[in-house]
């Protein structure tokens, strides 16, 4: 099943064939009519040109959160390694270096983690305590074993979970996983 960041995407793939504008042609009516607010935004595109709600909310969306600029993600993974849980960045900083070589690896910073992706998510990285950092994997047909467990409560985005609390546990074994899990995405 498609997560709603992927969904979204292939609206926005879709937006100039399904409402007969593109992006950019919306944002600048939007900007014309000078509307603030999403829900204003919403419903003069539905009433005004027929766009369907769930294209008006996403072009309600994107039009105003269009300034986010790649600083901002920065800032959300700043954030998540700020404080107490400083220290654990060496954690995250070890995991991407050491999957440089995955070409089309996309990094994509959430408010509480980071979502690893290639076609779709295949990896989370999360500061979950001030001691561990918890990497969560999509790995099919894999059975938890040692240290790759269930993800159970931890996040229903992911199949399998590793616990990090030192940067020696950022191994080959570790690494062998998420590239296993990068291939089958």
């Keep these: 099943m498609a997560t709603p960041e992927e969904m979204a995407q292939t609206m926005r793939n879709n937006v100039e064939q399904k409402t007969g504008k593109g992006m950019n042609s919306w944002f600048e009516i939007i900007t014309k009519g000078q509307y603030e607010k999403h829900g204003q935004i919403v419903k003069m595109l539905k009433t005004e040109f027929a766009v369907t709600h769930g294209f008006a909310n996403l072009i309600a969306h ?8 790649p600083s901002n993600e920065t800032d959300l993974i700043e954030t998540q390694y700020s404080g107490s849980k400083q220290h654990l960045k060496i954690i995250y900083s070890t995991i991407i270096k050491a999957l440089d070589s995955l070409s089309e690896m996309q990094i994509a910073p959430k408010k509480s983690y980071i979502s690893l992706r290639r076609n779709k998510q295949f990896a989370l990285i999360q500061p979950s305590t001030k001691t561990r950092v918890d990497l969560g994997l999509n790995l099919k047909n894999v059975e938890p074993q040692g240290r790759l467990e269930a993800s159970g409560s931890f996040n229903s985005m992911v199949s399998h979970r590793i616990k990090i609390t030192d940067i020696n ?8 996983w998420l590239k296993m899990a990068y291939q089958q995405s």
């Excluded at 994107?62 to 600029?69: K, P, Q």
């Design 62 to 69: 994107d039009y105003l959160n269009r300034n986010a600029t």
């Design 169 to 176: 546990q950022v191994d080959e074994e570790l690494i062998d």
